[in-house]
C-alpha cells in the first residue's frame, strides 16, 4: 500500500510539475543498496553528469547531435566569460526547448550562474535543482541534484549570509539529499527561520515534507495545514495532508483531502488517479 500511494503521489506532483517544465528526465539504472561500512566505493557510485548527458544524448537525433556538438565546442574553445556566459544560457535552452530534458537545462544554467557570480543567478539555478529534488525518489539522481544545489546555495550565502530562503534550500539539500548521515543538519537551521517567522511558507514546507519523509505524519499533516491556512489553494499541501493521511491509515481523513484535491486539479490523468484511490479507500 505504501508503494502505491508514493507512486501517486509521484504521479501527482510531476504533473503539476510538467505544467510549468515539461522536460524528460533520465531515470537512471537502478542502485545497488550498499551499508555504510560494506567495503564498497560509495563514491564511485555516485551519478556522474557525464553519464546523465551520455544516456540522453543516445535519444536524441543526429541533428540535435550535431548542434549540441557545435554549442559545447563553442563553450571550450572560449576564454572570455561572457561568451562562455552566452554558450552556456545557449545550451541550456536547447536541452530545455528543443530537446525538453531537465538535467542539462539545469545543469548548464548553474555552470552559467558560477560564472555570473550573483546571488539572484546562483538562487534561481539552485532552486531548479533543489524543487526537482523533492519530486525524485531514485536515490543517485537525489544525491546529484542535491549536491548541485548545495554548491549554488554555498556560493549565495558566501554573497549574502542573511538570505533565509538560501538558508532553507540548503537544509533541504541535506534532508532530501542522502549527502549526510545527520538529517538535523538541514533540520535544525530550517526551524530555526520558522520558529523565528512561522509565515515563511517554503521552511513550513521543507520541514512538513521532510516530517513526511521520517514518517511523522502528525507532525508534518499539523505543519501542512500551517500553508493551507495561509495558502487555501496549495494544491501540494493539501496533496500530501491526505497522502499522510492515508500512510497513517486514517481513511475517513484521507478521503476528505484527496476529494480536496481532486477538486483542485485540473489534469484528467491526475483526476483519474485520485479516483482510483479513494474508491480503493472506501472499499
Known amino acids: 500500500m505504501k508503494k502505491k500511494q508514493y507512486v501517486l503521489s509521484a504521479i501527482a506532483l510531476a504533473l503539476c510539475f510538467a505544467l510549468y517544465f515539461g522536460g524528460k528526465t533520465v531515470a537512471p539504472k537502478k542502485e545497488t543498496?550498499?551499508?555504510?561500512?560494506?567495503?564498497?566505493?560509495h563514491a564511485a557510485e555516485k551519478l556522474a553528469f557525464s553519464s546523465i548527458l551520455s544516456e540522453l544524448k543516445s535519444k536524441i537525433s543526429t541533428q540535435q547531435a550535431a548542434k549540441l556538438n557545435i554549442l559545447e565546442n563553442s563553450v571550450m574553445r572560449g576564454d572570455v566569460k561572457e561568451q562562455q556566459l552566452h554558450q552556456y544560457h545557449?545550451?541550456?535552452?536547447?536541452?530545455?526547448?528543443?530537446?525538453?530534458?531537465?538535467?542539462?537545462?539545469?545543469?548548464?544554467?548553474?555552470?552559467?550562474?558560477?560564472?555570473?557570480?550573483?546571488?539572484?543567478?546562483l538562487t534561481f539555478a539552485a532552486r531548479l535543482f533543489v524543487d526537482r529534488l523533492m519530486m525524485t525518489?531514485?536515490?543517485?539522481?537525489?544525491?546529484?541534484?542535491?549536491?548541485?544545489?548545495?554548491?549554488?546555495?554555498?556560493?549565495?550565502l558566501t554573497i549574502n549570509p542573511t538570505n533565509?530562503?538560501?538558508?532553507?534550500?540548503?537544509?533541504?539539500?541535506?534532508?532530501?539529499?542522502?549527502?549526510?548521515?545527520?538529517?538535523?543538519?538541514?533540520?535544525?537551521?530550517?526551524?530555526?527561520i520558522v520558529d523565528?517567522?512561522?509565515?515563511n511558507m517554503y521552511g513550513q514546507m521543507v520541514l512538513a515534507l521532510g516530517g513526511k519523509k521520517s514518517g511523522q505524519y502528525d507532525k508534518a499533516i499539523?505543519?501542512?495545514?500551517?500553508?493551507?491556512?495561509?495558502?487555501?489553494?496549495?494544491?501540494?499541501?493539501?496533496?500530501h495532508i491526505a497522502e499522510c493521511y492515508d500512510l497513517k491509515g486514517d481513511k475517513m481523513n484521507a478521503i476528505v483531502f484527496y476529494e480536496k484535491a481532486k477538486q483542485m486539479i485540473q489534469i484528467p490523468q491526475a483526476k483519474e488517479e485520485l479516483n482510483k484511490r479513494i474508491m480503493e479507500l472506501k472499499k
Not at 33 to 40: L, P, V
Not at 165 to 188: V, Y
Open 33 to 41: 543498496t550498499h551499508s555504510a561500512n560494506d567495503g564498497h566505493d
Open 196 to 199: 523565528k517567522d512561522p509565515s
Open 90 to 121: 545557449q545550451l541550456a535552452r536547447y536541452w530545455r526547448d528543443t530537446i525538453q530534458a531537465f538535467e542539462p537545462y539545469a545543469y548548464y544554467t548553474s555552470e552559467a550562474s558560477k560564472l555570473e557570480n550573483s546571488e539572484k543567478s
Open 137 to 156: 525518489e531514485n536515490t543517485a539522481m537525489q544525491s546529484w541534484l542535491a549536491e548541485q544545489a548545495k554548491v549554488l546555495f554555498e556560493k549565495a
Open 164 to 192: 533565509d530562503s538560501s538558508k532553507i534550500g540548503l537544509g533541504a539539500c541535506f534532508i532530501f539529499g542522502n549527502i549526510s548521515n545527520n538529517p538535523m543538519e538541514g533540520i535544525l537551521p530550517i526551524k530555526q
Open 222 to 239: 499539523d505543519r501542512f495545514k500551517i500553508i493551507v491556512s495561509r495558502e487555501a489553494n496549495n494544491i501540494e499541501a493539501v496533496f
